[in-house]
């Protein structure tokens, strides 16, 4: 059994960009050509709670970005999860092993490391934080004052990267016979892409960042834990859409939630893809859909006893069903290349490819390529096998 198995997240790296990677990585590793994010939305809180568990929205109930880690009681938690994480269930059937997981993003870190994590931790006002929910590191605060981040955007690789080595260190991750699990998301690329681009000199520069976080790792990881007793995975939450320029567009959000509270002179919540009605105004679902239809931007829209019902007849409507928990009123699908959320820059978010195609690399293990469709909870399969987990 391998002593360790460490997970890149790089949030918001389309499949296309692996062109910028180093190709030696690549050529020593497994790489799944065809994996998506077979679910909607496409966010961060959803990609990540969807890899660590291995199972789709509608099981794990994260459907959104916010609210997903907000807690009364600990400030922070996956106490939304509703399913465990890969971590968790490596800490239940081994006790000794440890979990690590680590971001930028609140949501990110603690979707990826689960309930029973050991260490988890995200950056809050320029310091890396955790909440009462988890276990505050003895050396944090050393930690804190050896590291500082300025420029998240350009900087925030490199810093997770130092980091990161830190901390496996203290733990001393992949150093006895019992297997442990860490996970590094680097967001970075996530806010240069919002604001840039999927086709700016920005965005490029971050994704070589990431090349050589990946370059790093794996150097560290010989020298610390040794050749053939790790695996890393490199993956992805989601893609992005391109800056919509001369086909597509901008919807926003808020002002379409105007419009429809306006409309109905009733309480609506909108979070794409999501409709939210107060229970005692269910009855508005078919005044809503038919003003949704009459968007020139609106692909497709259900109500929810239409989801809960659908004989799928095609992506899209897979998708909607996958990440359907049952807790909105209705969905509305965008057209391609609309940005639903944004007045500028771009987002993702939506059933299209540019979203859900992202890439699954396994080093450690064999090398080869698979060109058949995969699902993006291929990672947790991939680390249940390698763990013997049930």
């Not at 009462?132 to 990267?161: H, M, T, V």
Request: hydrophobic share 35%; aromatic share 12%; with cysteine.
């Amino acid at each position: 059994m391998i002593r360790l198995a460490v997970i890149l997240i790089a949030d918001q790296f389309r499949y296309d960009y692996l062109t910028l990677l180093d190709q030696k990585f690549l050529n020593s590793s497994f790489v799944y050509t065809n994996c998506h994010h077979k679910h909607i939305p496409t966010f961060t809180a959803v990609g990540h709670a969807t890899i660590s568990t291995g199972v789709p929205p509608r099981i794990h109930g994260i459907i959104s970005n916010f609210p997903s880690v907000e807690d009364p009681k600990f400030g922070k938690s996956p106490r939304r999860l509703r399913y465990p994480t890969v971590g968790d269930e490596i800490k239940l059937k081994y006790p000794e092993s440890k979990v690590v997981s680590i971001s930028l993003k609140d949501r990110s870190a603690i979707f990826s490391g689960g309930f029973l994590a050991d260490v988890v931790l995200w950056l809050e006002d320029g310091k890396l934080t955790t909440s009462r929910y988890y276990r505050k590191p003895e050396w944090l605060d050393e930690i804190n004052g050896k590291y500082s981040l300025k420029d998240e955007f350009f900087e925030g690789n490199r810093f997770l990267l130092e980091v990161f080595k830190e901390v496996l260190r203290r733990e001393g991750l992949g150093k006895d016979t019992f297997p442990d699990l860490a996970i590094l998301s680097l967001s970075s690329l996530d806010l240069v892409g919002h604001k840039y681009g999927p086709n700016s000199d920005e965005v490029k520069r971050v994704v070589k960042q990431v090349d050589t976080v990946i370059r790093e790792i794996l150097r560290f990881l010989d020298k610390e834990v040794g050749k053939g007793n790790y695996i890393l995975i490199f993956t992805s939450d989601h893609g992005v859409a391109p800056i919509p320029k001369n086909f597509g567009g901008y919807v926003d959000e808020e002002k379409l939630g105007e419009e429809i509270r306006e409309i109905l002179g009733m309480d609506v919540r909108i979070s794409y893809p999501w409709v939210f009605l107060n229970r005692e105004e269910a009855s508005a679902k078919k005044t809503i859909k038919e003003y949704l239809l009459g968007k020139e931007w609106i692909f497709r829209v259900y109500t929810d006893e239409e989801v809960l019902s659908l004989n799928p007849k095609d992506f899209v409507d897979s998708l909607v069903i996958n990440g359907f928990d049952g807790s909105a009123d209705l969905v509305f699908i965008a057209k391609p290349y609309w940005v639903v959320g944004y007045t500028r820059g771009t987002t993702h978010g939506s059933p299209y490819s540019y979203d859900t195609h992202v890439p699954l690399v396994v080093y450690g293990l064999k090398k080869g390529k698979s060109q058949e469709g995969c699902y993006i909870t291929k990672v947790a399969e991939i680390l249940r096998e390698a763990f013997n987990l049930p």
